[in-house]
């Protein structure tokens, strides 16, 4: 067993801006992404009902942190397009909404 430290990217589209001219805050994007790697954060991956049917790659861990993240953010206006789960700084994985 080892671990991982992951810098994790989302990237959210916006059909229209708020009334302050934003798409949603930053703040926001953290937070929620936040709250969907806690359940994820010191724990044994392959033991998670998320990954019972499939490996805890990189891959299948973007997936599933877009599909929980979108779920958590995304509104009429807002979508999560894409998370970009980053291993290191050269090594990276990107899975996108098509």
């Known amino acids: 067993m080892h671990d991982h430290n992951w810098k994790v990217?989302?990237?959210?589209?916006?059909?229209?801006?708020?009334?302050?001219?934003?798409?949603?805050?930053?703040?926001?994007?953290?937070r929620k992404t936040k709250e969907v790697i806690k359940n994820l954060d010191h724990r044994?991956?392959?033991?998670?009902?998320?990954?019972?049917?499939?490996?805890?790659?990189?891959e299948n861990i973007a997936a599933?942190?877009?599909?929980?993240?979108?779920?958590?953010?995304?509104?009429q206006n807002v979508t999560v397009k894409a998370v970009t789960l980053w291993e290191t700084e050269r090594a990276c994985v990107r899975c996108e909404k098509l």
């Open 64 to 75: 599933y942190l877009l599909d929980q993240i979108s779920q958590s953010i995304n509104t």
């Open 44 to 58: 044994y991956l392959n033991e998670l009902a998320a990954f019972e049917v499939s490996n805890p790659t990189a």
């Open 9 to 30: 990217e989302v990237e959210v589209t916006a059909t229209e801006l708020d009334d302050v001219g934003m798409g949603l805050d930053f703040k926001i994007i953290k």
